[in-house]
Structures are given as structure tokens and as C-alpha cells.
């Protein structure tokens, strides 16, 4: 099974995990917005960049970190991707299930502790690539292990 793992945000950190295989491919995804562009528009480029991305890669289950409410700006862009994944998920042709997971369940399953550092979960998620060239930022590590969680948890 094909399982696609999100770390949403500005910077999207994304990973196809196979289920049987492991990790197949891994990156982030930048959607900043350009000067005098709306939260709408990074919305629309990350919809179109999502639908892409589940036919190319023949996705069958999304997993992403659930959005944490803190208020202001980052909670609004958070929790606005969040609603695109599950309305991608439930609108693509076959339905795909998306699987939220929260940090601290994330953390726990990684590293034994809900209160794992970055450079923790960026250490867990190098065992998961067969090879590694250079390293890895931490929205890529989070997608790495969210993509693994998913796939240990839903298949």
C-alpha cells in the first residue's frame, strides 16, 4: 500500500512510504506566500500540488500531523491544510482514508517519549531511508515517521 505522509505547513514536509517497502521518496514542499498574497492563494497552490501528488504516486492513505491550536497565524495556515487534506482525501475518485496522528503520539511512538526533540525525531526518521545523501530537515523528518506511523497503525 501506497501511504503519503504530511507534515503540513508553509514548508510541507511530504513522504510516499510503501507499506511492504518502506520509504520510496521524500521532500518538502515550500508554499510561502509571495508579498500581498493571501492565506487563499498558498490554500489553492498546495490543493493543486496535493491532487497532483496522490495520482502521480497512486496514494491509497494520507497521514499528517494534526493541527495544534495556538492561536494566530500558524494555527490558521495549520489548521487550513488540514481541511485540504481531508477534503482532497474524501473528494479523490477512489476515497482515500486520512489518518491524523498528534505530536505527542507521533513523538511517543518514534522516540519513547511524547516529549522527543527535533533533532530526536530527525534521528529516528534517518533509520527509516535505505540511503541518505546529505540530511534531512525537520518537516521531512516529521513526514518520514508520520508516513511509518500510518502504515504500522492502518495497515
Known amino acids: 500500500m ?3 505522509g504530511l507534515d503540513t505547513g508553509t514548508k510541507t514536509g511530504w513522504c510516499v512510504y510503501d507499506s511492504e517497502n518502506g520509504v520510496i521518496e521524500s521532500g518538502v514542499q515550500d508554499f510561502s506566500k509571495k508579498r500581498g498574497e493571501s492565506n487563499g492563494l ?3 497552490r498546495f490543493r ?3 491532487q497532483y501528488i496522490l495520482d502521480i504516486q497512486d496514494i491509497q492513505l494520507v497521514g499528517y500531523e494534526r493541527a495544534h491550536f495556538r492561536g494566530g497565524a ?3 495556515i495549520g489548521v487550513g491544510l488540514q481541511t485540504r487534506v481531508q477534503e482532497e482525501c474524501a473528494g479523490h475518485d477512489p476515497v482515500i482514508e486520512a489518518a491524523p496522528v498528534h505530536t505527542g503520539t507521533l513523538k511517543k511512538w518514534a522516540c519513547g517519549h ?3 526533540s527535533k533533532e530526536d525525531m530527525a534521528r529516528k526518521a534517518i533509520q ?3 540511503q541518505l545523501q ?3 530537515g525537520y518537516d521531512e523528518a516529521d513526514a518520514i515517521l508520520i508516513a511509518a506511523w500510518t502504515a504500522k497503525e492502518y495497515t
Open 2 to 4: 501506497r501511504i503519503l
Open 42 to 44: 498558498m490554500f489553492l
Open 48 to 50: 493543486k500540488w496535493m
Open 74 to 76: 500558524a494555527t490558521e
Open 114 to 116: 511524547g516529549k522527543a
Open 128 to 130: 527509516y531511508l535505505k
Open 134 to 136: 546529505g540530511t534531512i
